[in-house]
Nanobody, 124 residues
C-alpha cells in the first residue's frame, strides 16, 4: 500500500508560479514511476506530468510542456511539480499518482494509487 499526501496548492495570479509536493510512504518509492494529474470543475481527470523511477525520463501533457517541471527526490520520498507561467485554465484539483511499476501511463486507469488532491486556483 502507498500513501500520498499533496501540498503546495493555493491561489495565484495568472503568470505566477507554484510548487506542488507529494510525500509518499508505504513501500519502495524509489522503484516506481510517479505522476501528476488534474481535474477541473466539470471535466475529467487528465494527465499532467510523469517521471520514471530514477527521474531520468519525464513526460508532459502538451498543455503544460515548457511551463511545468516534474522532479523527484528519492531520498525524501517526494515528487514535485513546479508550475510557472500559470494560466486561468490551469485551475484544477491536482492529484499525485503512483504506479506499481516503472512505467508512466497517461490514463487514469493505469494509476495504482492516488492522493487526495490539492486545489490550484489561477485568477485572471
Amino acid at each position: 500500500q502507498v500513501q500520498l499526501v499533496e501540498s503546495g496548492g493555493g491561489l495565484v495570479q495568472a503568470g505566477g508560479s507554484l510548487r506542488l509536493s507529494c510525500a509518499a510512504s508505504g513501500r519502495t518509492f524509489s522503484s516506481v514511476a510517479m505522476g501528476w494529474f488534474r481535474q477541473a470543475p466539470g471535466k475529467e481527470r487528465e494527465f499532467v506530468a510523469g517521471i520514471s523511477w530514477s527521474g531520468g525520463s519525464t513526460y508532459y501533457a502538451d498543455s503544460v510542456k515548457g511551463r511545468f517541471t516534474i522532479s523527484r527526490d528519492n531520498a525524501k520520498n517526494t515528487v514535485y511539480l513546479q508550475m510557472n507561467s500559470l494560466k486561468p485554465e490551469d485551475t484544477a484539483v491536482y492529484y499525485c499518482a503512483a504506479y506499481q511499476h516503472t512505467m508512466v501511463i497517461r490514463t487514469t486507469g493505469g494509476v495504482d494509487y492516488w492522493g487526495k488532491g490539492t486545489l490550484v486556483t489561477v485568477s485572471s
